[in-house]
């Protein structure tokens, strides 16, 4: 069984702070690294990819990759209140197959 | 630039009744897939499709079935409905090059079964 893992939260940090989201995964063979952001009742929102290791850098957001950890995660800088939601960690396993983790749920404080 | 759409947005039906979820994606993607969302597991995918004609199943195809003559086009089956379908489901769709796996999705159906 393939799994990607996440801590369910809510993890809730005051606005202007940072935020840092964990993820781990099982398939030491997996090659791309997602993470989506799902506000309440909406669709999962792409908003970064990452496919090598170390960091990448969009805005405020960072992804970082471990692959000898089997670990990725995602910084949030200068929280805002918007950024609230649940963020979905996908890893692609083979092909197009992606797992999907159950997700954190994210709530920024003002 | 519609991007990718679904209908309906919500629907209600009974137990044993056919229900069609339709998907439509305006990107030329070659890629479709359809998920479920549900409390406790997350996102699940149910079927997948590389190209027009080529479909294949993903970890819980059970009760669906797909089809999919068009490249744009992506419709999700219940061919008789069970209460344990009722569930959010996500069309999404991408494209390979060079390596990119990228999902975009839908704004989503919500299925109820009564």
């Known amino acids: 069984q393939k799994e990607v893992e996440q801590n369910s939260g809510p993890l809730s940090v005051p606005e202007g702070a940072i935020a840092s989201l964990n993820c781990t995964y099982s398939?030491?063979?997996?090659?791309?690294f997602f993470w989506y952001r799902q506000y309440s009742g909406k669709s999962p929102e792409l908003i970064m990819s990452i496919y090598s290791n170390g960091d990448k850098e969009d805005g405020r957001f960072t992804a970082q990759l471990n692959k000898a950890s089997q670990y990725v995660s995602l910084l949030i800088r200068d929280s805002q209140p918007s950024d609230s939601a649940t963020y979905l960690c996908?890893?692609?396993?083979?092909?197009?197959?992606?797992?999907f983790g159950p997700g954190t749920r994210l709530s920024v404080l003002p | 630039d519609a991007g990718i759409t679904q209908s309906p947005r919500y629907k209600i039906t009974e137990t044993g009744r056919q229900v069609t979820l339709m998907c439509h994606q305006t990107?030329?993607?070659?890629?479709m897939f359809w998920y479920r969302q549900d409390l406790g597991h997350g996102l699940r995918l149910i079927y997948y499709s590389a190209a027009a004609d080529i479909t294949d199943k993903g970890e819980v195809p059970d009760g669906y079935v797909v089809s999919r003559s068009k490249t744009e086009n992506f419709p999700l089956t219940l061919e008789s409905a069970t209460r344990s379908q009722t569930s959010v489901y996500f069309c999404?769709?991408?494209?390979?090059?060079?390596?990119?796996?990228?999902?975009?999705f839908g704004p989503g159906t919500r299925l109820t079964v009564t």
């Open positions: 999404a769709s991408s494209e390979t090059g060079g390596g990119i796996y990228e999902q975009y």
């Open positions: 990107w030329s993607h070659s890629y």
């Open positions: 398939d030491r063979g997996s090659q791309s």
């Open positions: 996908a890893v692609n396993i083979y092909g197009q197959n992606f797992v």
